[in-house]
């Protein structure tokens, strides 16, 4: 069962990696590079503003420039920084990515419905697919959305933390809703998954960002759409590859 669960997962990991690379081509990606020319343009526009203006600002007192300098220091962009190169770069590590992220999901989804047990096929590799978008996608996005860069965003340990509990809490509380007998454990599964969010996310200190509003609310929509066909198309390729490699073993 093992040898199954890892060549069907780097099987549906190969085809969801090219799905998601060529959706992602006309989708999140020219996004995320309209995003960029906002972001790299803010030092410009700031070497651009008048001297008489930065003279003036050498009168304010000690005590308002100081947090000026902290919030400045906070944003300032690493020149340095390594990226990958516009083009086939870019694309080649997005696809690397994606190839290892579908490999990684489908192996997940192959070991939860090998505990569950049952007959594990496409439809219900879909299923689970579904069930995992849920919990740590669609849910979890409820308070941290998808961020294009040039977001002001809280700090990242609080973000993670708060991200990877809201998913567990989802994950805990949809399985007690959809597999308990129970009504009072069906409750309690509710609230589970409610919890997080009546918590709250971390809130970041600012909400402007670089980019138009619009910009924005497209690509959480983008990412959205791209995650749920990881889930998806996860489940659905590597359910199927599970009962053909099953029946030939």
Sequence with gaps: MFKTIILSAFGAGLAVGVALSVVQAVTTEPLILHAETFENAEPATAAAVPHEHAANEAHATE???APAAAEAAAHEHDEDAWSPADGFERSAYTFLANLLVGVGVSAVLLGLMSIRGGQIDARTGV????????????????GLSPELPGTAAAEITSRQVWWLSTAAASAIGLALIVFSQSWLLKVAGLVLGVLPHVIGAPVPP????????GLGGEFVAASLVVSALLWVLSGLFSGWLYQRLARAA
């Design 206 to 213: 600012t909400l402007e960002a670089s980019y138009p509003a």
């Design 127 to 142: 299923l689970w697919g579904v069930a995992g978008f849920f919990a740590a996608s669609l849910l979890p996005s409820l």
């Design 63 to 65: 005590a308002a420039a």
